[in-house]
């Protein structure tokens, strides 16, 4: 024992203490102060919570065939926390995909109010292609994963495209709204059509998967699982087989064309062209489909039947017919002299037969759609009482059809053009409406109200698509009865000349449509010739057909119109005969099923 | 080899069971740390529990001859392992990206480790051959000294291993500071460090380990960088709270949040699985264990044996102190084992083998 050292001892014991002391402040203070702000920290090191996407409700025709399912799809998320090396993982993937770094970098950014575990969907429905290629380079891609989820299909592509919609990611700006509290970037939200409409029913409720992770973010064990509840299934009015022939019938045609049942107002077909294919819509990994289908000039976004307005032509004369019988302006002798042309405060307005129809009354008035009849019966009749007839048919109105962003049409009033440009209603302008031309203009839709209107005698129902939603586990949530749109009782004698005037159309050879007559089922109907407003020379005029069908106890209407198609009688009619005779054909082969079955 | 059967009795019994309660703490915390390691959890057990075995046997070796008989072959234990240090430069096993490891017949073994005690006895030796009386030792007399310490740790720092050289280095000053220097030599030498440590920070630091310094200054200014490491560990001994999650019930190094967690990082599968409490513990027992052996020293009236004990105890007192401050984020990362407690053979002999030496000076304590 040295007394030298003695005091170097005493030093050293002061600084074991000391360090001690040091020691175990620290600890009390990361793990008694902040112990659970740390425990807090390694639990989230640790457990990630991982969305399970629930499958969106099916959709299904009248006789349960499928129109839009679900399909398994590989989807790449980046988890910013899994990231080493932004840009290595960022340019790997640029490069691996095909991606503009950009994009890449906006989609996080989208996503920035989010906690850092939280996966970014970078792109979705990867080829198997690209599936390969990234799990080849995974190694050098931290925070790249792929996640299997499923996709909305629809397999009948084009066909049903503007009734289906299509789905697609949801935008920042749709984020932003309260009624999308409930989503997050990446998710899919129905945008258009049937999808847009029952979104709330068809999402169904997303599952939650709590997983431990290790600190390469690779899943260790799975801790528990809520499963995702599978949307609802919408089963539609719509008939497939019939959809099938119209949209054949349209091919390399524009306009739309839509077939309801006038005793409930049941959908059972509608097509507009120029479609587009919902499937590639909703894959994120066609964009170039996108942004070409939304800049057509054609317009193949539109749904030609609820939000086209054309001019009806005539077929409005329909809505003259039924008003002036109605006030008893005209009655079914009450006849007018066409030479071929009308002259009216200065100005000669032409029936279309060149020649003229010599003494006319209503009946060949509708049957051979005589101009000069129905300029006498408009300017008789005013435009009041034609806007007045519209109402009772409900064509000023919107129809109320379950798709999101119809149209409604316009039949002017004097009152109207007052209101609208402040001026009065010229009677030669009146001349003009008595043909469907000037300022009145209608949707495809609401023509085929009028159509039932007549065919019903009064009574119209909505026209609905959606018949019933079903849950998953095959409840039926809820079921879609007819709703009255019009109820009103015309007069026995105007109803009668009119649908004798349109069965002549089809079915007395002077008939404008008499081509067009089936031997089995008399179809009634109203041609239109409308010049198109549109100021491009030589696109042609827009052929209308409004039918039901059969003439008596009719169970179809249809209103169809072929954009720049020429005649009405020529281009439209027909499409209205194929469709009735398919539709007689299946409900024929249905009631020997049903017979069969029976034996 | 013959023990006189009476020096048994004056075998530090307390230290022994002190030492063998830090090792058996290391081994249970073992078990839990290697449990997500891919050889299996106990095959590092296995070679833990061998490493120890020898130990004890170098130990027996150590206490049966006189530890003035082996300091006076210092000069050889110190060539011999400079030797296998050299050795390891040329034809060492790479892990980790450093050349630390020389492996015969299968065994890999650290030789950098057994120089931390072999440099205590060549120190104490050399500086007692040019002690006289109670004269401060001049700069003349430790210059050899000096150059003998500063080779090896060159040698050491290439490897690179920046932890044993700092643990070497600093150890050696513990013991110039208890043999005691002039004041001038102090100033000498505190101005020679403060000189050399911006060239040793230009031209001998690696880039990693400069980053290592500076993340600790900032951890959250790279968090899944260098940072990263840092703040999991914090993580990990802080989310142990008060009592701790259990023990097998850790999870930060389970899941890999740490690197060298059976190693180097130990302290916080110990620290998240025992607590606050459990952490008191621990610290108590290496007080308890470097405060007898402070007490050995001091009861030791040869200079030569109290130089040496003292010189080992400020190794294990100095890596104790910096394993636990790295862990708990209050230390740049480097590679220094917690004595008896982190997995590693050589360290775990290299500590015995200290042991071993404090052992055998309290024994022979009484022989003047």
């Known amino acids: 024992m040295e007394p030298m050292n003695e005091g170097k001892y005493k030093w050293c014991r002061r600084i074991i203490l000391l360090t001690l002391i040091v020691l175990c402040m620290r600890l009390f203070d990361l793990q008694i102060l902040k112990g659970d702000d740390m425990k807090r920290l390694s639990e989230q090191n640790r457990v990630r919570v991982k969305k399970i996407l629930a499958p969106r409700g099916m959709v299904f025709d009248r006789s349960s065939k499928v129109v839009a399912d679900t399909r398994p799809s590989f989807n790449l998320y980046l ?15 640029a490069r691996l995909l095909n991606l503009d770094r950009n994009d890449i970098i906006n989609r996080l950014k989208e996503a920035r109010d989010y906690p850092s575990s939280f996966p970014v969907k970078i792109e979705s429905d990867l080829s198997m292609d690209q599936v390969a290629k990234i799990e080849a380079n995974k190694f050098y891609l931290p925070g790249v994963t792929i996640q299997i989820e499923p996709k909305r299909n629809y397999p009948y592509g084009i066909m049903l495209a503007h009734v289906l919609g299509y789905v697609s990611e949801i935008s920042s700006d749709e984020l932003k709204m309260k009624e999308h509290k409930q989503y997050v970037p990446g998710d899919y939200i129905g945008k258009f059509g049937l999808e847009r409409q029952y979104e709330e029913y068809l ?10 992770v290790d600190a390469t973010g690779r899943e260790v064990r799975v801790l528990d699982t809520v499963e995702p509840i599978a949307g609802n299934s919408l089963h539609l009015n719509i008939d497939m087989e019939l959809q099938t022939v119209v949209e054949k019938a349209f091919d390399g045609k524009k306009g739309g064309a839509v077939v309801t049942d006038p005793r409930n107002g049941a959908v059972l077909a509608l097509t507009s062209r120029p479609a587009f294919d919902p499937n590639q819509i909703s894959s994120g990994v066609n964009k170039d489909y996108w942004a070409k289908i939304a800049t057509d000039k054609t317009h193949p976004l539109q749904n030609r039947v609820t939000q086209g307005r054309f ?3 005539s077929t409005f004369k329909i809505v003259l017919a039924m008003k002036a019988l109605e006030k008893g302006i005209i009655n079914v002798n009450t006849s007018f002299s066409c030479t071929g ?23 060949r008035g509708i049957v051979e759609s005589c101009d000069v009849f129905f300029y006498n019966v408009g300017l008789k009749l005013g435009v009041d009482a034609i806007h007045e007839e519209g109402e009772t048919m409900g064509l000023t109105k919107v129809t109320g059809i379950d798709l999101p962003g119809e149209k409604a049409g316009l039949v002017p009033s004097t009152a109207w053009k007052q209101k609208t440009y402040g001026e009065k209603w010229y009677e030669g302008e009146t001349v003009s409406v008595s043909i469907g031309q000037g300022a009145v203009w209608l949707t495809p839709m609401q023509l085929v109200q009028m159509a039932s209107f007549v065919a019903n005698e009064g009574v119209t129902f909505k026209p609905q698509l959606v018949s019933r939603i079903v849950s998953p586990q095959g409840k039926v949530l ?11 009782t015309p007069s026995k004698q105007a109803i009668s000349n009119v649908k004798d005037g349109m069965r002549g159309v089809v079915n007395d050879p002077r008939g404008t449509a008499y081509a067009s007559r089936l031997p089995n089922v008399a179809i009634s109907g109203k041609t239109g010739t409308a010049q198109s407003a549109s100021l491009g020379a030589g696109r042609g005029d827009h052929a209308w057909f409004v039918a039901f069908a059969p003439s008596e106890n009719p169970v179809l209407s249809m209103a169809i119109l072929v954009e720049f198609g020429g005649h009405g009688a020529s281009v439209s009619a027909p499409i209205a005969k194929i469709v009735t005779d398919t539709y007689f054909k299946e409900q024929k082969e249905i009631k020997s099923a049903q017979l069969n079955a029976h034996r | 080899m013959h023990i006189d059967k009476r020096r048994l009795y004056h075998l530090d019994w307390y230290l022994i069971g002190n030492g063998f309660a830090l090792i058996a703490v290391g081994m249970l915390n073992l078990v839990s740390a290697t449990r997500s390691i891919d050889s299996g959890p106990y095959n590092l057990l296995i070679k833990q529990l061998l490493a120890m075995g020898i130990g004890l046997a170098a130990v027996a070796v150590i206490v049966s001859y006189d530890y003035r008989v082996i300091a006076g072959y210092a000069k050889y234990w110190y060539v011999i392992t400079l030797i296998l240090i050299v050795v390891v430069l040329i034809l060492g096993t790479i892990a980790g990206g450093a050349k630390r490891w020389l492996t015969i017949a299968g065994v890999a073994f650290q030789p950098s480790e057994l120089m931390k005690p072999v440099m205590i006895l060549l120190l104490a030796t050399m500086l007692h051959q040019r002690k006289k009386d109670d004269e401060p030792l001049g700069l003349k007399d430790i210059l050899l000294p000096l150059g003998l310490i500063l080779f090896p740790c060159i040698l050491i720092l290439k490897q690179p291993d920046l932890g044993t050289a700092v643990v070497i280095m600093l150890s050696c000053f513990c013991v110039l500071w208890f043999v005691g220097l002039k004041k001038s030599t102090y100033a000498i030498i505190l101005a020679l460090t403060a000189g050399a440590l911006p060239i040793f920070w230009q031209y001998l630091m690696k880039p990693y380990q400069k980053m290592r310094v500076l993340s600790l200054l900032n951890p959250e200014l790279d968090p899944s960088g260098f940072g990263y490491h840092s703040i999991q560990a914090k993580i990990a001994v802080g989310s142990g709270g008060f009592l701790g999650k259990g023990y097998l019930n850790g999870t930060q190094h389970k899941l890999h949040f740490i690197p060298e967690h059976h190693t180097d990082f130990i302290f916080t599968v110990f620290g998240e699985e025992w607590g606050f409490i459990g952490s008191i513990v621990l610290f108590l027992l290496f007080a308890s264990f470097i405060l007898r052996c402070l007490k050995i020293s001091e009861n030791t009236s040869d200079e030569l044996g109290a130089t040496i004990t003292f010189g080992i105890t400020s190794i294990v007192f100095i890596q104790f102190t910096v394993n636990i401050l ?8 480097v590679g220094i084992p917690l004595p008896f407690i982190s997995y590693g053979g050589s360290s775990l002999i290299s500590s015995l083998i200290g042991a071993g030496l404090i052992l055998n000076i309290n024994m022979r304590r009484y022989m003047f």
Not at chain 1, 342 to 363: E, I, Q, T
Not at chain 2, 326 to 333: D, Q, R, S, T, Y
């Open chain 1, 478 to 488: 809820k079921v879609f009865e007819p709703a009255l749109l019009t109820n009103v």
């Open chain 2, 326 to 333: 790295m862990a708990i984020n209050l230390a740049p990362v």
């Open chain 1, 341 to 363: 042309g009308f002259a009216y405060g200065g100005r000669v307005f032409k029936c279309w037969k060149k020649g003229g129809h010599g003494s006319v009354a209503v009946h």
């Open chain 1, 311 to 313: 001019p009806p032509g």
């Open chain 1, 79 to 93: 988890i910013r926390e899994d990231i080493r090396d932004f840009n290595q993982t960022v340019d790997g993937l």
């Open chain 1, 203 to 212: 999402r169904g409720i997303d599952g939650e998967q709590r997983v431990e």
